[in-house]
T-cell receptor, first 113, second 112 residues
Framework: DVKVTQSSRYLVKRTGEKVFLECVQD?????MFWYRQDPGLGLRLIYF???????EKGDIPEGYSVSREKKERFSLILESASTNQTSMYLC????????????FGSGTRLTVV | GENVEQHPSTLSVQEGDSAVIKCTYS??????FPWYKQELGKGPQLIID?????GEKKDQRIAVTLNKTAKHFSLHITETQPEDSAVYFC???????????FGTGTSLTVIP
């Protein structure tokens, strides 16, 4: 089975801190995605990546950046964390040629205080 | 862009009854419609999907129907069990799958 692993289940950070959320997949998938999940808003796409060193903005990229230096790893960076970035963050991956192979990680619940 | 609406936001059914969750989409170019189940503390997991060249798909107690003309699709769960309790998300995507547009989720509770 495809495994998408997010390094932390829970994180508490202070306002203004730089925060790194890490995601690793073990199935050699080209495409990786970062979503945030908020009650009543569903899942919203922050950034995605087609391949190493490639990135594309999603619907809500403001306040975030990403890094994809290796194919298996996709990092989400909060440059200066703010309280409105308190949320559940979900990473997903899929093979380039299979729309239906989308797999999510278990999520990181980030609280910014 | 695409807009996916999902109803109801919460749903309670008695064990053994059926549950139906409905979604509508706005972009006629969308042609792939997955459904995800998210259990507490876990990430969403794909449970069933349908492509636009098919009107219905069934997998044991779960079925999905698609009406392309009306731009809506539905999830049907029959003979519900307590382990079906979870949050369910619908989504729509174009053939490239570069972006999935998700509904806002339905919290299903199956009462024993």
């Amino acid at each position: 089975d495809v495994k998408v692993t997010q390094s932390s289940r829970y994180l508490v950070k202070r306002t203004g801190e730089k925060v790194f959320l890490e995601c690793v997949q073990d199935m050699d998938h080209e495409n990786m995605f970062w979503y945030r999940q908020d009650p009543g808003l569903g899942l919203r796409l922050i950034y995605f990546s087609y391949d190493v060193k490639m990135k594309e903005k999603g619907d809500i990229p403001e306040g975030y950046s990403v890094s994809r230096e290796k194919k298996e790893r996709f990092s989400l960076i909060l440059e200066s964390a703010s309280t409105n970035q308190t949320s559940m963050y979900l990473c997903a991956s899929r093979p380039h040629d299979r729309v239906y192979g989308y797999t999510f990680g278990s999520g990181t619940r980030l609280t910014v205080v | 862009g695409e807009n996916v609406e999902q109803h109801p936001s919460t749903l309670s059914v008695q064990e053994g009854d059926s549950a139906v969750i409905k979604c509508t989409y706005s972009d006629s170019a969308s042609n792939y419609f997955p459904w995800y189940k998210q259990e507490l503390g876990k990430g969403p997991q794909l449970i069933i999907d349908i492509r636009s060249n098919v009107g219905e798909k069934k997998d044991q107690r779960i079925a999905v129907t698609l009406n392309k003309t009306a731009k809506h699709f539905s999830l049907h769960i029959t003979e519900t069990q307590p382990e079906d309790s979870a949050v369910y998300f619908c989504a729509a995507s174009n053939v490239n799958g570069n972006q999935f547009y998700f509904g806002t989720g339905t919290s299903l509770t199956v009462i024993p």
